[in-house]
Nanobody
Framework: QVHLAESGGGLVETGGSLRLSCAAS????????MGWFRQAPGKEREFVAA????????YSADSVKGRFAISRTNDKNTVELRMNNLKPEDTAKYFC??????????????????WGQGTQVTVSS
């Protein structure tokens, strides 16, 4: 079992920046792929970015490339998402996820077994 605890998020103006963190605990797996999905009201959960903890291999959605950066801190089993140049369309609830088997190019939510509770990101226009 893997427990994911998210922090960060909040309200920011267009063009602003935010940082999300997700700490994993309780994992007995040798490796994890961790990252973020987001879900806006009335829309499906959408892949944002993922990173493999063992080697840093990562993948991001085209919609956030150049603006969002995912990174990891292995000693703290933590993943961070730095979001720059935020746009109103980035407004959503952001969910941390993890899985011991998938690789970061897995963009379907169903591929990931473990999820956090989510944290809200709101970008005002």
């Amino acid at each position: 079992q893997v427990h994911l605890a998210e922090s960060g998020g909040g309200l920011v103006e267009t063009g602003g920046s935010l940082r999300l963190s997700c700490a994993a605990s309780g994992s007995t797996f040798d490796d994890l792929t961790m990252g973020w999905f987001r879900q806006a009201p009335g829309k499906e959960r959408e892949f944002v970015a993922a990173i493999r903890m063992s080697d840093g291999y990562q993948y991001s959605a085209d919609s956030v490339k150049g603006r969002f950066a995912i990174s990891r801190t292995n000693d703290k089993n933590t993943v961070e998402l730095r979001m720059n140049n935020l746009k109103p369309e980035d407004t959503a609830k952001y969910f941390c996820m993890a899985d011991p088997i998938v690789i970061p190019t897995a963009t379907r939510a169903a591929a990931y077994d473990y999820w956090g509770q989510g944290t809200q990101v709101t970008v005002s226009s």
